[in-house]
């Protein structure tokens, strides 16, 4: 069992529900307020956004991903993709009191070192480290010794790695910690979500697990997504946290796989009551 901004988030809670706002702003900031009122109508526990520096996590000639690349007018590079996502310093404690004054727990993941020194006058609940960062010691080390809960996307990792930045992350001073099953594809289909990995994770560390939403179809389709059923289903797995991802109303294809996100329709789902009890269930509301 963990606390994140008040809630406990582990095994026989409710399902602790994060409104993934992620880059899906594209550097705007009235979209990024957009996306925190989307996560609040849906009734989504947290609003999370990314932050870091493109200088720090690209070097200015790499590569785009496939999925990126075959975007329209998607960027000559990582780096130049990344900048254009980049929201500015002062829009983190403007985006963190609008989620509060919604009821929302504000969270964003960390990429980088100047991006956690940027956070952390904002005293957030907990920090996501991203699945690329789970082997990067020096950094799992500077994020456990803020003392704050740590939400760990698992990736790639195989169970060693993941032990061992359990480890780090502990010896750091950090112990309370919850991993997230990431199937590192975008979209995710739904033969490779293997929703039996969550109870391994659950069993081998003792820590609440979760899975994020990850539908390979544009919001008119969700309800035929094999990709969100998955995510549905996972909760009946003591799936303990489940990010879903935002966009607005202004959804196209384009920019969705540019950011790799996947989108709640401007009539977002809500959360069903149930989750309230012991696990989530996102509910489209009736046409």
Not at 196 to 203: E, N, P, T
Request: proline residues 8%.
């Amino acid at each position: 069992m963990i606390g994140i901004g008040g809630r406990e988030v582990g095994p026989g809670r409710p399902c602790f529900v994060i409104g993934e706002a992620g880059v899906n702003h594209n550097g705007d900031l009235g979209m990024a307020r957009k996306l925190v009122d989307a996560a609040a109508e849906a009734g989504a526990d947290a609003v999370k956004f990314q932050t870091f520096s493109a200088d720090a996590t690209a070097a200015p000639d790499a590569a785009l991903a496939d999925y990126q690349a075959r975007a329209a007018g998607a960027p000559e590079s990582q780096h130049a993709l990344l900048a254009g996502l980049e929201l500015p310093r002062e829009a983190y404690a403007e985006l963190k009191a609008r989620a509060e004054a919604r009821g929302l727990v504000f969270l964003s993941t960390v990429f980088d070192e100047p991006s956690l020194a940027l956070l952390e006058p904002l005293n957030l609940a907990a920090y996501k480290i991203p699945s690329g960062e789970i082997v990067n010691r020096r950094f799992l080390d500077a994020v456990g010794r803020k003392n704050h809960a740590v939400i760990l996307s698992t990736g790639m990792a195989r169970l060693g790695e993941i032990d061992r930045a359990l480890c780090t992350l502990r010896a750091s001073g950090c112990n309370e910690i919850a991993l997230l099953h990431c199937v590192s594809c975008y979209p995710a289909p739904a033969e490779a979500c293997n929703l039996a990995v969550l109870s391994v994770l659950a069993r081998s560390f003792g820590v609440p697990v979760g899975f994020p939403t990850t539908p390979g179809e544009p919001p008119s389709r969700w309800r035929r997504s094999r990709g969100v059923r998955a995510s549905w289903r996972s909760t009946s797995r003591s799936t303990a946290v489940c990010p879903g991802r935002i966009m607005p109303p202004a959804w196209n294809r384009e920019n969705w796989r540019v950011s790799s996100a996947t989108c709640v329709p401007s009539n977002p789902p809500s959360v069903s009551p149930r989750r309230r009890r012991k696990n989530a269930s996102l509910r489209f509301p009736a046409k």
